[in-house]
């Protein structure tokens, strides 16, 4: 064992290199294999990761990161914050743990949000005075045993108490006046008790995330930092600690960690570039550890190593010890680039995944410490890539700059509201409480075994689409049977709502393999955005319009916004967002355009990333929203105020982006809501928002189908809320995870309680 933390990374992809995890879970689920089986691959999965970590070299492997669906709910049930609905249940440990995350057929799952400004979603503890913290689960002390019978010394992980308390909500129980946060002292008495049985399990260190430092924090949330750091470090009988803080500046909770006892801290200086400014004059940090975020976790590009050495240098003398580290969990990326077969292979070169990066680590830390040339060849073939990526006369497209230098505010502008409204009721003649759905019907194993048969050149065109066609005709007949008021064309052929507009758009590359986990068994291959964006020919058009030909009710077109086109891809970053959004938002304002003169009069432009985005500080807030709202007006304005425009927003904390929400100025905005019990409609309300809305009756997310008098009663809520002539009936989200029977039950019962409230308002 050592006393050094070392390089280090602060976490790892956990799904699988091919996914083995997220099909055994689905397996379990469907109940095609037992518990026995889920565990052994999981912990095949464990072994696998452990040795990689240790064989490339690292200083110290973390522990305790793999995880069967989320971390924060893992923590949760750690100390026993398990509400009793769920105990309530009588199911064994891990499949209580499993309606926590999914649900069941009589109890709804927890809520679901956003990881801080990632894509990856977390399951939302719920706290209240009630809750009773205890050990309730020694995961991590059986994480470190295991890896310790490989021979490999880990440094187990867990969610800090604070960034735990922080992200959790009060239970419903609980008085207006509590806050999770209230609970603090009674939570760290359990950690400590963990960090008492680590110790004596032979654990030296330990890691204690908090990137919930990482955004604006009251100066009594900060003290609450500093006297539970103070308690947890003067523990008698406890391993070392290692908090990082990550996704940004820690600002002031950076100096209050370090007066505390505790050994080590983590900044990232990726997304916290600015850290280093204020590392100097931290006193506290020159008898601990500092391990420096140098190689950035979130996205894919090749780190420039002497970029990162110079500012490592800088950092050396001002801690006792310097480890180089990742900016955050490399959980964000996928696993090995060397995956990828098809590739361009220029673009390949420009790239390091989850393995590679690992690599980057221990080669900064062998030069930061050994001296260049001790690394001399390693140094000049990653400087070599680099320059050959600055230099690459691809990355520039005079065409598209051309045309984003002729934009004018007009071109991001629409019509008066009112006479909007006017004209499209006239053209849509929908009724009270138009029932609708978000996008996607069930991609069953047909439609995804035509696709992959198509790509592998196993069937023609003519072939493949009339297969696409008979899915959509079968979606279309579907809605109508159910009555359904604004159909949609199921999207049958499309992989997933980024990807599909990636392939069909200059500037991007997809991989094979590059699957990130999103939450529990839900992965996502986010394309790669290396280079100018543009749309060269219609990409959704001939879909909607067969839809359209096949129905006399309205079809939707649809579209994935600009903004989370760029936040579900890797994006370039040798150029600011706000330049690339522009880009994009013209390669969708083109397809929007076509589509109304293809004779669609409703199109959608998804937009469930805008939140996700949001700079985690508040003074960064205005010049993001300035730009993310500009893109989806470029992208929607081009059309006539006959056309209606929809948005869709789900799994996020919409009040930081309330004002955002009404200056999108969609006609109708659809938000998850089911989960949050129509919260979110009190926020609309708080600041204004006079257009139509359609909030989630129901959580498509969770296995079970909702009952009718439990969607009527969300209906009822809702137009609390809203008056009837501006409310929309749809679910949370699209359905393409969901099967057709799930479907076809859910949506019925939607619609039978839709007819119930309209047969009250009449």
Same mark, same amino acid.
């Given at each position: 064992?050592?006393?050094?933390?070392?390089?280090?990374?602060?976490?790892?992809?956990?799904?699988?290199?091919?996914?083995?995890?997220?099909?055994?879970?689905?397996?379990?689920?469907?109940?095609?294999?037992?518990?026995?089986?889920?565990?052994?691959?999981?912990?095949?999965?464990?072994? =696998?990761? /452990?040795?990689?970590?240790? @064989?490339?070299?690292?200083?110290? !492997?973390?522990?305790?990161?793999?995880?069967?669906?989320?971390?924060?709910?893992?923590?949760?049930?750690?100390?026993?914050?398990?509400?009793?609905?769920?105990?309530?249940?009588?199911?064994?440990?891990?499949?209580?743990?499993?309606?926590?995350?999914?649900?069941?057929?009589?109890?709804?799952?927890?809520?679901?949000?956003?990881?801080?400004?990632?894509?990856?979603?977390?399951? !939302?503890?719920?706290?209240?005075?009630?809750?009773?913290?205890?050990?309730?689960?020694?995961?991590?002390?059986?994480?470190?045993?295991?890896?310790?019978?490989?021979?490999?010394?880990?440094?187990? !992980?867990?969610?800090?108490?604070?960034?735990?308390?922080?992200?959790?909500?009060?239970?419903?129980?609980?008085?207006?006046?509590?806050?999770?946060?209230?609970? *603090?002292? @009674?939570?760290?008495?359990?950690?400590?008790?963990?960090?008492?049985?680590?110790?004596?399990?032979?654990?030296?260190?330990?890691?204690?995330?908090?990137?919930?430092? &990482?955004?604006?924090?009251?100066?009594?949330?900060?003290?609450?930092?500093?006297?539970?750091?103070?308690?947890?470090?003067?523990?008698?009988?406890?391993?070392?600690?290692?908090?990082?803080?990550?996704?940004?500046?820690?600002?002031?909770?950076?100096?209050?960690?370090?007066?505390?006892?505790?050994?080590?801290?983590?900044?990232?200086?990726?997304?916290?570039?600015?850290?280093?400014?204020?590392?100097?004059?931290?006193?506290?940090?020159?008898?601990?550890? *500092?391990?420096?975020?140098?190689?950035?976790?979130?996205?894919? /590009?090749?780190?420039?190593?002497?970029?990162?050495?110079?500012?490592?240098?800088?950092?050396?003398?001002?801690?006792?010890?310097?480890?180089?580290?990742?900016?955050?969990?490399?959980?964000?990326?996928?696993?090995?680039?060397?995956?990828? $077969?098809?590739?361009?292979? $220029?673009?390949?070169?420009?790239?390091?995944?989850?393995?590679?990066?690992?690599?980057?680590?221990?080669?900064?830390?062998? &030069?930061?410490?050994?001296?260049?040339?001790?690394?001399?060849?390693? *140094? @000049?073939?990653?400087?070599?890539?680099?320059?050959?990526?600055?230099?690459?006369?691809?990355?520039?497209?005079?065409?598209?700059?051309?045309?984003?230098?002729?934009?004018?505010?007009?071109?991001?502008?629409?019509?008066?509201?009112?006479?909007?409204?006017?004209?499209?009721?006239?053209?849509?003649?929908?009724?009270?409480?138009?029932?609708?759905?978000?996008?996607?019907?069930?991609?069953?194993?047909?439609?995804?075994?035509?696709?992959?048969?198509?790509?592998?050149?196993?069937?023609?065109?003519?072939?493949?689409?009339?297969?696409?066609?008979?899915?959509?005709?079968?979606?279309?007949?579907? $809605?109508?049977?159910?009555?359904?008021?604004?159909?949609?064309?199921?999207?049958?052929?499309?992989?997933?709502? !980024?990807?599909?507009?990636?392939?069909?758009?200059?500037?991007?590359?997809?991989?094979?393999?590059?699957?990130?986990?999103?939450?529990?068994?839900?992965?996502?291959?986010?394309?790669?955005?290396?280079?100018?964006?543009?749309?060269?020919?219609?990409?959704?058009?001939?879909?909607?319009?067969?839809?359209?030909?096949?129905?006399?009710?309205?079809?939707?077109?649809?579209?994935?916004?600009?903004?989370?086109?760029?936040?579900?891809?890797?994006?370039?970053?040798?150029?600011?967002?706000?330049?690339?959004?522009?880009?994009?938002?013209?390669?969708? =304002? +083109?397809?929007?355009?076509?589509?109304?003169?293809?004779?669609?009069?409703?199109?959608?432009? +998804?937009?469930?990333?805008?939140?996700?985005?949001?700079?985690?500080?508040?003074?960064?807030?205005? $010049?993001?929203?300035?730009?993310?709202?500009?893109?989806? =007006?470029?992208?929607?304005?081009?059309?006539?105020?006959?056309?209606?425009?929809?948005?869709?927003?789900?799994?996020?904390?919409?009040?930081?982006?309330?004002?955002?929400?009404?200056?999108?100025?969609?006609?109708?905005?659809?938000?998850?809501?089911?989960?949050?019990?129509?919260?979110?409609?009190?926020?609309?309300?708080?600041?204004?928002?006079?257009?139509?809305?359609?909030?989630?009756?129901?959580?498509?997310?969770?296995?079970?189908?909702?009952?009718?008098?439990?969607?009527?009663?969300?209906?009822?809520?809702?137009?609390?809320?809203?008056?009837?002539?501006?409310? /929309?009936?749809?679910?949370?989200?699209?359905?393409?995870?969901?099967?057709?029977?799930?479907?076809?039950?859910?949506?019925?019962?939607?619609?039978?309680?839709?007819? =119930?409230?309209?047969?009250?308002?009449?």
């Amino acid at each position: 064992m050592t006393s050094k933390i070392g390089s280090t990374v602060l976490g790892y992809p956990r799904i699988g290199p091919r996914r083995e995890l997220k099909r055994a879970l689905e397996s379990y689920w469907a109940g095609r294999i037992g518990q026995d089986q889920l565990r052994e691959t999981a912990a095949e999965l464990r072994a =696998r990761t /452990w040795r990689e970590l240790h @064989d490339a070299g690292l200083g110290s !492997v973390p522990s305790n990161t793999f995880s069967y669906y989320d971390q924060v709910l893992d923590t949760a049930v750690t100390f026993g914050a398990i509400p009793e609905r769920y105990r309530a249940l009588g199911l064994d440990p891990l499949d209580t743990y499993f309606a926590m995350a999914r649900g069941v057929e009589s109890t709804p799952p927890l809520e679901m949000t956003k990881w801080f400004d990632t894509n990856y979603h977390y399951l !939302v503890p719920e706290i209240g005075p009630e809750t009773t913290f205890s050990l309730a689960d020694r995961t991590p002390v059986e994480r470190f045993r295991e890896a310790e019978r490989m021979g490999i010394t880990t440094r187990p !992980v867990l969610v800090g108490p604070l960034t735990f308390l922080l992200l959790s909500k009060k239970t419903a129980e609980a008085p207006d006046s509590f806050t999770p946060l209230d609970r *603090l002292d @009674d939570l760290v008495r359990s950690y400590a008790e963990l960090l008492s049985e680590l110790h004596h399990a032979g654990v030296e260190w330990v890691q204690l995330d908090e990137p919930a430092f &990482a955004a604006d924090r009251q100066s009594a949330e900060l003290e609450k930092l500093r006297g539970a750091y103070e308690r947890l470090g003067k523990l008698s009988a406890r391993p070392k600690l290692f908090v990082p803080t990550y996704f940004g500046d820690p600002g002031e909770s950076l100096e209050v960690l370090t007066s505390t006892p505790i050994e080590a801290v983590g900044v990232d200086l990726v997304a916290g570039a600015t850290t280093t400014n204020v590392l100097s004059g931290l006193t506290g940090l020159r008898n601990k550890t *500092l391990v420096a975020g140098l190689v950035d976790g979130r996205n894919i /590009w090749r780190t420039d190593l002497d970029h990162a050495l110079a500012t490592g240098a800088t950092l050396l003398g001002l801690a006792g010890e310097v480890a180089v580290g990742t900016s955050c969990s490399l959980l964000h990326v996928p696993y090995d680039v060397e995956f990828e $077969q098809n590739i361009d292979p $220029q673009v390949k070169s420009w790239l390091a995944f989850a393995k590679q990066k690992v690599e980057e680590v221990v080669l900064l830390d062998r &030069a930061l410490h050994e001296g260049r040339e001790a690394v001399r060849e390693q *140094l @000049d073939n990653a400087r070599a890539a680099i320059e050959d990526r600055r230099n690459a006369s691809r990355l520039r497209d005079e065409k598209v700059r051309a045309r984003t230098g002729q934009l004018r505010p007009e071109h991001a502008r629409r019509g008066d509201r009112a006479k909007r409204r006017a004209d499209q009721r006239q053209a849509l003649g929908l009724p009270p409480l138009p029932l609708t759905t978000i996008g996607s019907f069930p991609q069953t194993s047909d439609v995804r075994k035509a696709r992959a048969q198509f790509n592998n050149g196993r069937i023609d065109r003519p072939t493949y689409e009339s297969r696409m066609v008979d899915e959509i005709r079968r979606v279309i007949e579907l $809605q109508e049977e159910l009555g359904l008021d604004v159909l949609v064309h199921g999207e049958p052929e499309r992989n997933d709502m !980024v990807q599909y507009f990636s392939e069909h758009m200059e500037g991007f590359v997809s991989t094979e393999n590059g699957w990130v986990q999103s939450y529990g068994s839900r992965c996502v291959r986010p394309p790669i955005l290396f280079g100018e964006v543009s749309r060269p020919d219609p990409i959704t058009v001939g879909w909607a319009k067969e839809a359209q030909g096949m129905t006399d009710k309205p079809v939707k077109g649809m579209l994935t916004g600009p903004v989370t086109i760029l936040a579900w891809s890797f994006v370039r970053d040798d150029q600011p967002l706000a330049e690339t959004a522009e880009q994009v938002a013209l390669a969708i =304002r +083109d397809e929007v355009v076509d589509l109304e003169s293809a004779g669609i009069r409703v199109v959608q432009v +998804d937009e469930p990333a805008l939140r996700e985005l949001l700079p985690l500080r508040s003074e960064l807030h205005g $010049q993001y929203l300035e730009w993310a709202v500009r893109s989806f =007006r470029l992208a929607t304005s081009g059309v006539s105020d006959s056309t209606q425009i929809h948005t869709h927003l789900c799994y996020s904390e919409f009040g930081e982006v309330i004002n955002a929400i009404v200056d999108l100025d969609a006609d109708v905005t659809s938000l998850e809501a089911a989960r949050s019990r129509m919260e979110v409609l009190d926020d609309l309300n708080s600041v204004g928002f006079a257009n139509e809305v359609g909030p989630g009756v129901y959580d498509i997310h969770s296995p079970r189908v909702p009952e009718v008098g439990e969607i009527e009663k969300s209906l009822r809520a809702a137009l609390e809320a809203v008056p009837a002539d501006r409310l /929309w009936v749809n679910p949370d989200c699209g359905l393409k995870t969901r099967g057709y029977e799930e479907v076809r039950t859910a949506l019925a019962n939607m619609r039978t309680a839709a007819v =119930r409230v309209r047969d009250s308002l009449n």
